[in-house]
């Protein structure tokens, strides 16, 4: 892959590729910008299938977290890890997070980590042994916590100006069906923000487990994860990973508006267009869940979960 050009393209000011033998970590941190302040993004822990992917996946979620802090009114930049994993369901080794942390803190603040996709709290936690260079650490230790029920939170109130968009002013969650894609942390939050709105929840995983503990809490029905995209509902909510939307999906989708947390869910810009030819409405992904980084950000301020979730519902 030839990277400088891939970053040159995208205006990316560096990316770091991380090597610890002894852990067996494999890494990659990417800042995309630092122009409105510190990069601040997730760490993602990953299966992919080659470096190239690890690379370009980090490139383009980091390029996100700067339209996502910059609509937001952040003073952040984007960044973004990704841990290249052998195993997506093994249990993180603590000697990886500490050499995933050394090389988080030889950037010297200007890349800051947060939770993503296969990240939990005490990970974050334990990185900040390691590096101060790390928010979302639980609100006991003086930070901000696990940011997925704010995302979930601000993915709601975006749900609702989709609603809104598509159907009039007056639109409510009451008696609509909203698809969920991926029963993780935001996915769960979501779906029970959902049922407490109204609203008529079918929910799918790749692990249908998870998918069926969320459906029971929240009196929703699972649905499989090959279904989810076609099934026939007022809003479709991806939760899991990006690129969902592409030439493939969109001509199958069966709901009217789109609206969720996975980050990147456009394959590509012209995805767009076609979703508008089917008359969907789209909430952008950067804008829709923006909570979380609003979450993270307030932390830099003495953190406050109610003004958090005030911020959170300006989306
Ligand atoms: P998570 O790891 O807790 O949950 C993701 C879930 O998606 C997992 O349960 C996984 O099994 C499932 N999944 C993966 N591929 C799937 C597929 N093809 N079909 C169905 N399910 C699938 O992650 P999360 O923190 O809930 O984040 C979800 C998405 O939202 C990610 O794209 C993340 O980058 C984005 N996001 C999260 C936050 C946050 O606060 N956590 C903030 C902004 C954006």
Redesign the pocket.
Known sequence: MDVTSAMCAHGHEQVVLVADPPSGLRAVIAVHSTALGPSLG?V?FWTYASDADAIQDALALSEAMTWKASIAGLHQGGGKAVVLLDDLDAAHDEAMLRALGRAIDELGGRYLAA????ATTADMELLATVTPWVTGVSETLGGSGD??PV?AWGVLVAMRAGLAARDGPDATLAGRRVAI???????GHLAQLVAEAGGQVLI????ED?ADAVARSCGGQPIS?DE?LSVACDVLAP????GVLNDATVPRLGCRVVCG???NQLAGPAVDEALDRRGIVYIPDFVA?AG?IINLAEEFTGYSRARALARTATI
């Open positions: 997730g993602r939770e993503d996709v296969g940011p997925s995302t894609q991926g029963a993780g942390k935001v996915g799918a995983d790749r692990r998870r994860a989810i939760c899991a990973l990006g947390a996975a980050n869940s979380g």
